[in-house]
């Protein structure tokens, strides 16, 4: 694996760092003066193909010109000799809670070429992101294209106190209504909201043209509220029991688990959390999971994997082992907060607490229990790939935020495009999932998704070929953002600084 990773390593260069944000300074705006990116191999990834030798021309943020080299005018322009490298168009992560830390997010996905993301659970307040999405969008503020949703939707006893609670059909409909009114771009609902004011999401969400995805509640199952109308469905970890043979067994587990931890009742919690874990792994069934992509595919669903985000969930590791040590000296870790590293470090420590608990609960030797999770990362890995043999649609998500532990604002989607390939998909169709997939969702084709004249300038450049190895999305030479041109040292200034803003 490859880390384009910045480091300051002295006064000059953080004095030299920290003075643009002092002033609020930012990347220069998009040259007057062309920009050609001479002699690149542009991949189509529609067509799964690399077509090489090409000139690309930018002028402001928009690509004016894709031609066989030579065949432009490069009078007073900037050329940039692109020969031996791979232009891809810029990438997206459709499930990245980025913008309520957008002062270093936004420079962390920049560095690592993601141009745009999708924000399913933000707290700022809806004014305050619809404006700094228009800003984005006009170049007034730097960093990636988005979308968001605002404040999660939940149903009583709500996850978590940060979402709003609703629990009838008149007060789901009067939230829809205020959340079109306000601009967002779609509603994100949680796992426990009730059936009714699930329908009622779906229908007004319809009636005033604004998308519904999420979590599906366990209210019902995944069929229905695709058939409802659900635009996503997030998360293979979450919805592995919609390919389970024992689905409705397992959802009354999890309703009973609410139920437990309401009471108190820390047993009857670890039973219930048991039983539902070992009848996902044990009746995982693959032609389940192509006939559920089937209904995604007649209904218009999209799915999320977000297979990055459980990779640690079932890495076992107890605190003092060389593993568990050389976890931690991970280098990314510079650009997330000291004291959130820590939490990770302390949230470890305390999962193995809990997996020696669980053994004393039910007997059980660590080799089998190891060798269970091994077998469930297997298969939420393969589930991306089932349901795409059944014709639904995939978009490449990281559910990155500082709560969970080692995902990284911007180098986890290359992480997660790898773990894509890993389960069963091709490079090209993994890289489809961050680039046209999510033009296509968004309904933004004209403008985003592909390499092609009158397309927005949200590009990368590469060292080498994603469609040989998906992991060659890490080898970025250049990103292009809105028009921008950063090359490599112009990205490790990005990534400086935000090493630096997460130490604040």
Not at 204 to 225: F, N, Q, Y
Not at 354 to 365: D, H, K, L
Request: positive net charge; hydrophobic residues 45%; charged residues 25%.
């Amino acid at each position: 694996m490859t880390w384009r990773l910045g480091r300051c390593s002295s006064a000059l260069a953080i004095a030299a760092v920290l003075a643009p944000i002092a002033f609020g300074a930012q990347p220069a705006s998009p040259a007057a003066r062309a920009l050609v990116l001479a002699h690149v191999t542009v991949i189509d990834v529609v067509r799964g193909q690399a077509t090489p030798d090409l000139d690309v021309t930018i002028v402001g943020n928009r690509i004016t010109a894709v031609v066989r080299s030579g065949g432009v005018t490069r009078r007073n322009a900037q050329v940039v000799n692109a020969t031996g490298k791979f232009l891809i168009p810029g990438l997206w992560d459709m499930h990245s809670h980025s913008l309520d830390r957008w002062e270093y997010s936004s420079l962390l996905n920049i560095a690592n070429g993601v141009t745009g993301f999708r924000d399913p659970g933000a707290v700022k307040a809806f004014s305050e992101i619809v404006k700094l999405r228009a800003d984005v969008e006009a170049g007034r503020v730097f960093g990636p294209r988005f979308v968001a949703a605002g404040t999660i939707i939940d149903g009583s006893p709500s996850s978590r106190a940060t979402y709003v609670t609703i629990d009838t059909p008149e007060q789901m409909r009067a939230e829809v209504a205020r959340r079109k009114t306000a601009g967002l771009d779609f509603i994100k609902v949680y796992t426990r909201l009730s059936r009714d004011a699930f329908l009622a999401v779906a229908a007004e969400g319809k009636r005033l043209g604004i998308p519904l995805d999420g979590h599906v509640p366990l209210s019902l199952t995944a069929v229905e509220a695709s058939n409802a109308g659900m635009r996503s469905i997030e998360h293979s970890y979450r919805h592995r029991m919609a390919c389970a043979t024992e689905e409705n067994r397992i959802r009354d587990l999890l309703l009973a688990q609410i139920k437990a931890v309401q009471a108190y009742d820390d047993p009857a919690y670890r039973s219930t959390e048991d039983e539902a874990f070992r009848l996902g792994l044990d009746t995982y069934s693959a032609d389940r999971c192509t006939e559920l992509g089937k209904a995604f595919a007649r209904n218009g669903t999209w799915f999320v994997p977000t297979l990055v985000e459980m990779a640690t969930r079932f890495d076992s590791l107890f605190p003092g082992q060389p593993e568990f040590v050389e976890r931690f000296k991970d280098p990314r870790t510079q650009y997330v907060p000291p004291h959130k590293v820590n939490e990770w470090r302390a949230n470890q420590a305390f999962n193995m607490g809990q997996v020696e608990a669980m053994i004393a609960y039910r007997p059980i030797n660590f080799d089998t229990l190891f060798d269970q999770r091994k077998r469930e990362v297997a298969n939420r890995l393969r589930m991306p790939a089932d349901l795409h043999r059944g014709g639904a649609r995939l978009l490449a998500g990281t559910d990155v935020d500082t709560t969970f532990p080692f995902l990284f604002y911007g180098f986890s989607l290359h992480d997660e495009l790898g773990l894509l390939v890993k389960g069963g998909l091709t490079p090209i169709e993994a890289l489809r999932t961050a680039t046209i997939n999510p033009a296509e969702f968004l309904h933004r084709e004209k403008d985003l998704g592909t390499v092609e004249t009158g397309k927005l300038a949200d590009l990368v450049l590469l060292d080498a070929n994603p469609l040989e190895l998906i992991s060659n999305t890490q080898k970025i030479a250049a990103v292009v953002a809105n028009g921008r041109y950063l090359p490599d040292p112009e990205l490790k200034k990005l990534l400086e600084r935000a090493a630096l803003i997460v130490k604040k």
